[in-house]
């Protein structure tokens, strides 16, 4: 398999957590746990007024929203419990830490979602030391007094360079995968400096920005444009690589999709129509 390798290669392969490598949002299954119906109405109106980075909105919220302000530690622990996760994480940990063909891989995930829920979410599948997420500080009572970190937007971008300059690892070494709007800024740095990128969605922003999409409920399948666009793996040895691990690539689709809109002109001297 991929006979082209000549020397082992270290990169740093990074993901966004909330709809990456869970299915649902943690605000709002942190909504849910505490009795807020309406935290989407709140993200939008914060987006609206670009008062928050996208992706820090819930972490304003905690801070700053009457209803989230009885938010304590346990309840966010309780909420990473209730998230559901992409199916076969830890066999996609398992891959990245034993390795392919002399290409080795550093894990992390960063994310705006509160540390302790991913924590929690990913308790025995991630580390808690590859987990970068918002950071809050809290009083006596347990109530949230500060955030002293969020990762999203360029803060993203912060996290990524402070790993890079950790593992010794070059820009062109390093893999980012995300769903959304919050993940531009990260996306659009890595790739400026030779690196790639995986959108996990079909959100259209990432859709013009990201190096591959892949569409799947499964998180090993972020591997395949990993092996075939990065380590140039055939479609044979990706095939052969599932099998190994007890997993089938039962459909593969390879496609790309031009989004066209088409109108026609209004053409003068036409009467405008009632």
Partial sequence: MANDIQAPRHFLLASDFDQTLSFNDSGLVLSELIGVRDFQRKVDGLARCNLVQQGGELAYLIRHD?????????HLEETGRRVRLRNDIPALINLLERGLDGARFSFFVISAAPREVIQ??????????????????YDESGEVRSIRRVPAG??????????????????????????G?????VMLHVNNRDGFTIAVSENMQLARIARSTMLSDN?????????EQVLRWTSVDIRGLFEQNGLTLQEWEKARTDRVTVRQMARLGDEAVV
């Fill in 154 to 179: 360029y803060g993203k971008v912060a996290v990524v360079e402070e790993l890079e300059a950790r593992l010794g690892l070059t820009p062109d070494r390093t893999i980012y995968v995300g769903d």
């Fill in 120 to 137: 929690s979410a990913l308790a025995g599948i991630v580390a808690p030391e590859q987990i970068f997420g918002t950071e809050f500080d």
């Fill in 181 to 185: 709007s919050s993940d531009v800024h």
């Fill in 66 to 74: 009457p209803e989230f302000r009885g938010v304590r530690r346990e």
């Fill in 219 to 227: 998180a090993c399948s972020v591997m395949v444009p990993i092996l």
